[in-house]
């Protein structure tokens, strides 16, 4: 018994224990799972915000903001508890209601925790700071909507930020004048007894201020409604009214807005500006606007910051206040503008709806009646199949769905192994017809030929295989055998079943095909003309690219098939004046000129492809806009003139060589007769002489004419140099130079140094009496006598001079050569090798520079022309790659060739140099222009003379 006692009371104890475990056991669970339960909960308790708003619910600026702030916290996906209160300072105000107001806040929320106050407008800011110690304590707090907050209004309040709310008068300005740039008067609504109006006002002023030169400002102050027609309605057309406040009534109490709206919109025709958006819809036509929501929206985000776990003292007051620029499509227009008149940035309100905006659902409506109907048709087609087989005493029902089936705007049939079961009127009028010529007849009756019929079947079964319907294009023979075009639509009964037979719909396309292959002919027609017209016609878009070009364009050109960028241009071709030596400017270029929007009425250029010569081309152009009138691209249509040009040139040039050589035999012959007289003359004084080549006194008469001018030439102490030579002169050197014969030559040149002489004198030079001498000293035969004396004896003349530089005359004479010395005759001269190297050459004279220029070129080199030693040097400090040779004329405009290689030299250690000069080289050095040594050419020179000059210089080491 004692060990049965025993045994029972441990029993007991163990069962104790086990108890007191579990229990200690549960309890820790509990604790655990309430912890995890309370972070859980709390990280999902939501944040509560209070808002309290200034005025009352139902006040549209007062649910605006609220709204704003709303649809913001919407968007976060943290959970806010949100509450709105309303102050209703526009109907209450004093500091009995405060209290009243703050005594309900303490009621309502004292068991709350707030984690945020927002405030809307002054009342509620003002109000907040009042109590803020007697209830909320730290709470952080945001505004919106105060006017033109200053930092000072929280002076002794921490953890507050917000939005400034000010009205934008002078942006507002701008956008009235864009809109009406003939304003020239400004008028301000307003008064100057409220606070808000005082302010206002003086907004207006000072952004009056910015614009006082493009009109005149005015105010309307502290109006009533009575004094509108009479201070307003008179004004001029050119007026632009801006409201900044209400306007009073007889008892002078401010009205609503509505109400100043409405009057100021009945009784003056001018446009209203504001700088608020609840007067919109009201008759304003806009401006850059203080908007409620936007002010709500703009609080929310700093909100969420602070929600987030950002200070407010960290996050500072949004001075510039968010408005938007707002115009009223209603209003503009009665104002005759549209929406392209309108700022890009304007938010446009009350645009009339579009069509489909306006009839959406009625065209939804139509075309889901139509397809519904249409299904209809085919599901009661197949319908009234299977109800004929199954029960044919349904006679109203099937007359029913016939009468869908005959009045349908297509034709539509039913076949059975291709021949024709049913046939509604409108298949009757496709087909040429009648009703019981086309039932129970094979389908090939309306076809034009076995090979369409075959086709049809073919492919709208294969079509009905793979996807359970079919359509397709054919050609149907009417009755009267006429062909048309026939859209062909079928599916089966039966999917299941085909002998059960098809329905198709059949629409008459034959219309539309024929609008489709004119349209397609007009376009191939166009093509050819474009592609085969002589004209060469290149388009570019609005960026420039040559989007497309004919082939006369792109053979003139050597373009590829593809279209070109801007920049690849110079790939294929450049651009030069008519001159054919200065580059076009970009903008003188045609394409880049009617791309602008000008008009381009023939002009001229030369343009050199890499493969081609230069060609001469008169250009035509204009812009091409899209359907809103922009520029879309360009359009130039090129005329090769090159061929009439060389032609012009050429007669010219004959023409300029024979009355050249007509009027030189002239002189010549008068110019002989005197020189024979005065021969003949001297002949009796000195007596007959032998002569080896010519008389000796027509060579005393030569070089006392010329020494006589010399001397008068030179002002003071000059130099006369006398030098004699020998010269040979090619064909092909004759041929480019107009008055020299070929053959072999002695030279007498007489030079000075002094005045020189200018074009019109050189140009006159010859003609008998012509003298540049004061009367009584000088006939003006001197000249003429050397002419004709030299013109006696079968040579020629050339002149080289230039104001300020002295002249040099050489006469040419034929060379007596003896029988003993026939042997020793010149030798015909080798051509001088070429190069590749880079020379820059300079010459003042365009056609020396033009044919200088294409001798070096056809020997291979690599030419830089340059009239003037400013463009060479221009040119030598753009050139990117080396320049070898500088090729220039001694004596020039602006400076000489020994100056301009020094300048070259500095940019290019390395270069050699080759100067030339129509001014023997005597006189070259008597006049320090040259030092000795250097390598000289005198003009005039032949091809082979001067490439060899040009290989010495290069290969000077």
């Not at 209160?85 to 009243?100: P, T, V, W």
């Not at 907004?203 to 030169?213: P, S």
């Not at 050109?557 to 970009?586: A, C, M």
Request: contains cysteine; glycine residues 6%; negative net charge.
């Amino acid at each position: 018994m004692n060990i049965e006692n025993r045994f029972h009371n441990r029993l007991i104890k163990i069962k104790q224990a086990t108890v007191s475990v579990f229990k200690i056991s549960l309890l820790a669970a509990v604790v655990l799972f309430s912890t995890w339960c309370m972070s859980v909960y709390a990280d999902d308790f939501p944040k509560q915000v209070l808002m309290i708003t200034s005025y009352h619910q139902g006040d549209s600026w007062n649910d605006d903001i609220v709204s704003g702030v709303q649809e913001t916290f919407s968007k976060h996906t943290k959970q806010i508890a949100f509450f709105a209160e309303h102050l209703d300072m526009r109907r209450n105000d004093g500091n009995d209601h405060a209290q009243l107001f703050l005594h309900y806040l303490k009621g309502k929320y004292a068991k709350k925790t707030l984690d945020l106050i927002i405030l809307s407008d002054d009342a509620a800011l003002n109000f907040f700071i009042s109590i803020r110690s007697q209830f909320f304590g730290d709470v952080p707090a945001v505004f919106c909507g105060i006017n033109n907050f200053k930092p000072e209004i929280l002076a002794g309040h921490s953890n507050i930020t917000g939005v400034n709310e000010e009205i934008s008068i002078a942006k507002t300005m701008d956008m009235a004048f864009h809109l009406f740039p003939d304003a020239r008067n400004i008028v301000a609504v307003c008064d100057d007894k409220s606070a808000v109006g005082k302010n206002n006002l003086n907004i207006f002023r000072n952004a009056a201020d910015q614009f006082k030169d493009r009109a005149v400002f005015s105010e309307a102050l502290n109006l009533k409604i009575t004094d509108v027609p009479e201070v307003l309605g008179k004004l001029s057309p050119d007026t632009l009214l801006f409201r900044l406040n209400n306007l009073f009534n007889t008892e002078e109490n401010f009205v609503s807005i509505q109400e100043t709206m409405a009057v100021l919109s009945k009784e003056v025709s001018l446009p209203i500006f504001t700088a608020w958006d609840f007067d919109m819809g009201l008759g304003a036509i806009g401006g850059v606007l203080v908007s409620a929501m936007e002010q709500g929206r703009k609080a929310a985000v700093l909100s969420l910051k602070i929600l987030g776990g950002v200070p407010a003292d960290q996050i500072p007051v949004i001075m510039e206040s968010p408005n938007i620029p707002v115009i009223d499509f209603q209003q503009i227009s009665r104002f005759g503008l549209t929406l392209k008149d309108l700022p890009e940035e304007a938010q446009v309100i009350n645009i009339p709806d579009s069509l489909w905006d306006k009839y959406k659902n009625i065209i939804l409506f139509v075309v889901l009646f139509t397809f519904l109907l249409m299904v209809i048709v085919i599901l009661q087609t197949i319908h009234l199949r299977k109800r004929y087989i199954i029960e044919k005493k349904l006679k109203a029902s099937e007359d029913h769905i016939n009468s869908i089936f005959r009045t349908a705007p297509v034709g539509i049939g039913l076949v059975g192994n291709r021949v024709l079961k049913k046939a509604n009127s409108r298949l009757c009028q496709i087909s040429g017809y009648e009703e019981h010529e086309l039932i129970g007849h094979s389908a090939r009756m309306l076809y034009p030929s076995d090979e369409d019929f075959a086709f049809v079947g073919r492919e709208k079964y294969a079509q009905i295989a793979d996807h359970g319907t079919g359509t397709v294009e054919t050609r149907w023979q009417k009755k009267d055998e006429t062909i048309i075009d026939v859209l062909l639509s079928a599916t089966p009964v039966d999917l299941k079943d085909q002998s059960k037979g098809v329905t198709f719909t059949a629409l008459d396309i034959t219309k539309r095909k024929q609008a489709e292959n004119a349209l397609e002919n007009e376009r191939r027609f166009l093509t050819a003309v474009f592609d085969n017209i002589e004209e060469s016609i290149v388009i570019c878009d609005e960026n420039g690219a040559l989007a497309r070009f004919n082939e006369a364009a792109r053979k003139l050109h050597g373009l590829p098939e593809q279209p070109i960028k801007p920049e690849q241009w110079s790939e294929y071709y450049n651009l030069f004046r008519e001159d054919g030596i200065t580059p076009l400017p970009v903008e003188e270029i045609p394409l880049y000129r009617a791309l602008q929007g000008e008009e381009v009425r023939d002009a001229e250029m030369v343009v050199a492809s890499l493969n081609n010569t230069p060609r001469y081309l008169v250009c035509n152009g204009q812009k091409l806009t899209d359907d809103t009138g922009r520029i879309s691209g360009a359009v130039v249509a090129m005329h090769d003139e090159t061929r009439r040009r060389m032609a012009e040139l050429e007669h010219k040039k004959l023409q300029t060589q024979l009355s050249q050589a007509q009027k030189m035999e002239s002189v010549g012959r008068l110019a002989g007769g005197v020189a024979h007289d005065f021969n003949n003359m001297l002949g009796i004084i000195l007596g007959h002489t032998e002569l080896a080549l010519m008389d000796p006194t027509q060579i005393d008469q030569i070089l006392a004419n010329l020494c006589v001018n010399a001397r008068d030439a030179i002002s003071g102490v000059g130099k006369l140099t006398i030098e004699t030579g020998k010269k040979t002169f090619d064909e092909e050197y004759c041929n480019e130079h107009p008055g020299f014969i070929p053959g072999d030559f002695v030279l007498l040149a007489v030079s000075d140094n002094g005045s020189g002489m200018d074009k019109e004198t050189l140009d006159n030079l010859f003609e008998p009496f012509f003298t540049t001498k004061e009367v009584g000293k000088g006939t003006g035969l001197g000249l003429a006598t050397i002419y004709g004396i030299v013109k006696q004896n079968n040579g020629f003349i050339n002149v080289y001079s230039e104001p300020g530089q002295g002249s040099t005359f050489k006469i040419y004479l034929p060379r007596l050569i003896s029988d003993k010395d026939a042997d020793k005759a010149v030798p015909e001269k080798k051509a001088a090798a070429g190069g590749t190297e880079t020379i820059l050459l300079v010459e003042d004279e365009p056609t020396i520079l033009r044919m200088t220029r294409m001798m070096l070129e056809r020997k291979g080199y690599s030419v830089l022309s340059a009239a003037t030693p400013a463009e060479a040097v221009e040119k030598a400090k753009n050139h990117s790659g080396a320049i070898d040779l500088l090729m220039t004329d001694v004596v020039m405009p602006e400076m000489n060739g020994r100056d301009l290689a020094g300048k070259i030299t500095d940019l290019y250690p390395d270069i050699r140099f080759l100067f030339m000069s129509g001014y023997t080289a005597n006189v070259i050095a008597h006049q320090g222009v040259l030092d000795d040594g250097v390598a000289f050419i005198q003009k005039p020179f032949s091809m082979a003379d001067m490439t060899a000059k040009v290989r010495k210089a290069l290969d000077k080491t």
